[in-house]
């Protein structure tokens, strides 16, 4: 198991950046591949980009502004959020899982989680 541990949000106006970090710790970094998720209120946990064997998958809403990439010396995550909309306001969460452990897009795939970091966008 890996513990997790989100930094960097914070309020943002539209079109501003934000750079989230996340803080893994526990287990094997390279045993584990990663995602960032979000959930706004009343809305269910979405996916919003993810690494795999294969590659980092992003959310339509998230391809072309938001960069995901990790450091495996420093094992941390990042996300580099750009361009930010009112519809990006949530509560992002890194998650970890083991490598084929179901579907990169799917919380249930995830069995650990960071607990979360505010992220507002102002209009």
């Known amino acids: 198991q890996v513990s997790l541990v989100e930094s960097g949000g914070g309020l943002v106006q539209v079109g501003g950046s934000l750079r989230l970090s996340c803080a893994v710790s526990?287990?094997?970094?390279?045993?584990?591949?990663f995602g960032w998720f979000r959930q706004a209120p009343g809305k269910e946990r979405e996916h919003v980009a993810a690494?795999?064997?294969?590659?980092?998958y992003y959310a339509d809403s998230a391809a072309g502004r938001f960069i995901f990439s990790r450091d495996g010396a420093k094992k941390m995550l990042y996300l580099e959020m750009n361009g930010l909309k009112p519809e990006d306001a949530a509560i992002y969460y890194c998650?970890?899982?083991?490598?084929?452990?179901?579907?990169?897009?799917?919380?249930?795939?995830?069995?650990?989680w960071g607990q979360g970091t505010q992220v507002s966008v102002s209009s």
């Open positions: 998650a970890a899982r083991r490598y084929g452990a179901g579907h990169y897009y799917s919380p249930r795939a995830y069995t650990s």
């Open positions: 526990g287990d094997t970094f390279s045993n584990y591949a």
């Open positions: 690494s795999t064997w294969t590659g980092t």
